[in-house]
Antibody, heavy 117, light 111 residues
Framework: QVQLVQSGAEVKKPGSSVKVSCKAS????????ISWVRQAPGQGLEWMGR????????NYAQKFQGRVTITADKSTSTAYMELSSLRSEDTAVYYC??????????WGQGTLVTVSS | QSALTQPRSVSGSPGQSVTISCTGT?????????VSWYQQHPGKAPKLMIY???KRPSGVPDRFSGSKSGNTASLTISGLQAEDEADYYC???????????FGTGTKVTVL
């Protein structure tokens, strides 16, 4: 049974960066695809990007191109999502999820990132 | 890429059926059989309920069913139960460039 456990809440200043981790257990990490999805307060879900750890290849939603970097460390079965040039609109809960062809399951518990001066 | 369109809310009494629509375009919902649905209770992570348009993961009650016609996908909850009260989101694959797009979300209320 795959489980994803994310790092804790963060408070960041505008213009700074945040790096959220997602540690997987169960299954074979390298065979997953890990996606990152965010949800602003009271809003819907938004796909940000994904990585295929076994290949080390990531691709990103156009909206976040140039601001987001998704990486994976196979030795620790951990994926990371780094978002730079933070602004108040980036305040959201960030989720990682194992991704298949068109589905996401399971999801991490979510990490609240608050951007405030 | 615009979000898929869902009704803001639907409601029904226990035991009744409700259907949530998810309207996209030929570039997403209409172009691929990769539509999935997620249930989200307040303060919780989303949970996969339907994938590949109509398949149910192990453990999901058969009260939940999915379908698609053209550019619109649907999720039907039959025999509505109190624990089904939650937000529901559809999601579609949208090609290698855009990858994935979610719906606007629907709040299901059990009266």
């Amino acid at each position: 049974q795959v489980q994803l456990v994310q790092s804790g809440a963060e408070v960041k200043k505008p213009g700074s960066s945040v790096k959220v981790s997602c540690k997987a257990s169960g299954g074979t990490f390298s065979s997953y695809t890990i996606s990152w999805v965010r949800q602003a307060p009271g809003q819907g879900l938004e796909w940000m990007g994904r990585i295929i750890p076994i290949l080390g290849i990531a691709n990103y939603a156009q909206k976040f191109q140039g601001r987001v970097t998704i990486t994976a460390d196979k030795s620790t079965s951990t994926a990371y999502m780094e978002l730079s040039s933070l602004r108040s609109e980036d305040t959201a809960v960030y989720y990682c999820a194992r991704a298949g062809d068109g589905w996401f399951d399971p999801w991490g518990q979510g990490t609240l990132v608050t951007v405030s001066s | 890429q615009s979000a898929l369109t869902q009704p803001r809310s639907v409601s029904g009494s226990p035991g009744q059926s409700v259907t949530i629509s998810c309207t996209g375009t030929s570039s997403d919902v209409g172009g691929y059989n990769y539509v999935s649905w997620y249930q989200q209770h307040p303060g919780k992570a989303p949970k996969l309920m339907i994938y590949d348009v109509s398949k149910r993961p192990s453990g999901v009650p058969d009260r939940f069913s999915g379908s698609k016609s053209g550019n619109t996908a649907s999720l039907t909850i039959s025999g509505l139960q109190a624990e089904d009260e939650a937000d529901y989101y559809c999601c579609s694959y949208a090609g290698s460039y855009t990858s994935y797009v979610f719906g606007t979300g629907t709040k299901v209320t059990v009266l």
